[in-house]
Structures are given as C-alpha cells and as structure tokens.
Nanobody, 119 residues
C-alpha cells in the first residue's frame, strides 16, 4: 500500500547544493520515522539522516553540519537539503519509511535517486 517516490537527484559541482525529496503515498505519514540512506558501488549502504515521527533528527558524522532533513506533513514529504557537497557524497540515495505504531511495523524503501558530485 505504502510507496515512496524520490526525486531531485542529479549532477552537481563540488561545493554546490542539491535537494532530494521523498513523498509517501498512503495514510499515516505522521506515524512513520523517515530516513535517507545512500550506497555507492563497492560500499555498504549507510544511514545519512533520519527524522522521527515527532521531528527529532539525527545525522551521520560524514554529513553533519552540511545536510538538513525535514518533513512536511501537509505534503507527506521528507526533504534532504545537501549543502557543501563533496565528491565522496556521490551515491544512490534511498528514502526509507518505518511505521512506529501497531503490531506490525513494516519498513518501506524507495527506488533510489542518483547523486553525482563532480567537476
């Protein structure tokens, strides 16, 4: 039932900025913890940023101070604003949603959007 649609990926120069968006289709957006993960070839998927159902945020050390995650309940959307981008930020970025309440707490993943940081 729940689906995640990511958008906003692309090519950006080092030092530039890019915003990724993830829209959750379905009911109960406010009950989901949301997160962005990323994975590049030859590397394990890693957590980039997360925001809880009540707006508490957490960032990996690699992006702390440069990225900002937010959610818009009116649009069922979570946004990752990426500033001061570095080549090592190049990866496929995946949106994840996890339901926080109920006997079943399923986890959903988006299809991923490519971010390339290069001159």
């Amino acid at each position: 039932q729940v689906q995640l649609a990511e958008s906003g990926g692309g090519l950006v120069q080092p030092g530039g900025s890019l915003s990724l968006s993830c829209r959750l289709s379905g009911d109960g957006f406010s009950l989901y913890n949301m997160a962005w993960h990323r994975q590049d070839l030859g590397r394990q998927r890693e957590l980039v940023a997360e925001i809880s159902s009540v707006g508490i945020t957490h960032y990996s050390d690699a992006v702390k101070g440069r990225f900002a995650i937010s959610r818009d309940s009116a649009k069922n959307t979570v946004t990752l604003r990426m500033n001061s981008l570095k080549p090592e930020d190049t990866a496929v970025y995946y949106c994840k949603a996890k339901r926080t309440l109920g006997p079943s707490r399923p986890e959903y993943w988006g299809q991923g959007t490519q971010v390339a940081v290069s001159s």
